[in-house]
């Protein structure tokens, strides 16, 4: 079975330019959440899709962060205009809905994309 | 959801078991522990979770107090690929919402 896939893997741009991330979840895994990590902290949730629905977006910050899942499967996270502090790993994870059987009612996370501003 | 509290970082010898603690004294009845690791520069992976009983995968083994005010996860025979940050979090939506990372366990498995 084929991962969470995340691209680019590494990004580095100038504070106020912008820049988006690809996720492609597991297949029919119609939960996906965005994570960010900044160095030596644990990832911090800033969005989460069921389907292409948003279930909580209470952590992004609205005003340079969008995200989108266009037709309830791949999604792309974009920020506009990149500051100094959002130089992070962002993580993409899916997740079925419900339970499906023992070990399906976990999030899979895929590899991050590090993003560095300059 | 409770707030976790686990040592910034441990050491165990290759081949014996790594017993990793966390603390969780404020958990409610509805709130499940889950145990997910971070390998250097990959995304987090699930490892376990259990609500009271003690609970064992292919991966590990997790201990939950009778209080369910801590639990240990246990990883018995430690290899050098286990090097890792392990987070334990307390969850009430099934695993099902955003997951509340904290700092967690920095686990160095020495040759």
């Known amino acids: 079975e084929a991962g969470v896939a995340q691209s680019p893997r590494y990004k580095i741009i100038e504070k106020r330019q912008s820049v988006a991330f690809w996720c492609n979840p597991i297949s029919g895994h119609a939960t996906l959440y965005w994570y960010q990590q900044i160095l030596g902290q644990g990832p911090k949730l800033l969005i989460q899709f069921q389907n292409n629905g948003v279930v909580d977006d209470s952590q992004l910050p609205k005003d340079r962060f969008s995200a989108e899942r266009l037709k309830g499967v791949d999604s792309t996270l974009k920020i506009q205009p990149a500051k100094l502090e959002d130089s992070a790993v962002y993580l993409c994870a899916s997740r079925v809905v419900g339970w499906e059987g023992p070990g399906t009612d976990t999030q899979y996370f895929g590899p991050g994309t590090r993003l560095t501003v300059l | 959801d409770a707030k976790t509290t686990q040592p910034p970082s441990m050491d165990c010898a290759e081949g014996r078991a790594a017993n990793l603690p966390c603390n969780h004294s404020?958990?409610?009845?509805?709130?499940?522990v889950y145990w997910y690791r971070q390998i250097h520069s990959q995304g987090p992976q699930y490892i376990i979770h259990?609500?009271?009983n003690n609970e064992t995968n292919e991966m590990a083994s997790l201990i939950i107090t009778e209080d369910r005010k801590s639990s240990t996860l246990i990883l018995p025979h430690a290899t050098l690929r286990d090097t890792a940050v392990y987070y334990c979090i307390a969850d009430s939506g099934g695993g099902a919402d955003g997951l509340t990372f904290g700092k967690g366990t920095h686990l160095i498995i020495q040759p």
């Open positions: 404020t958990i409610s009845g509805n709130e499940y």
């Open positions: 259990g609500l009271k």
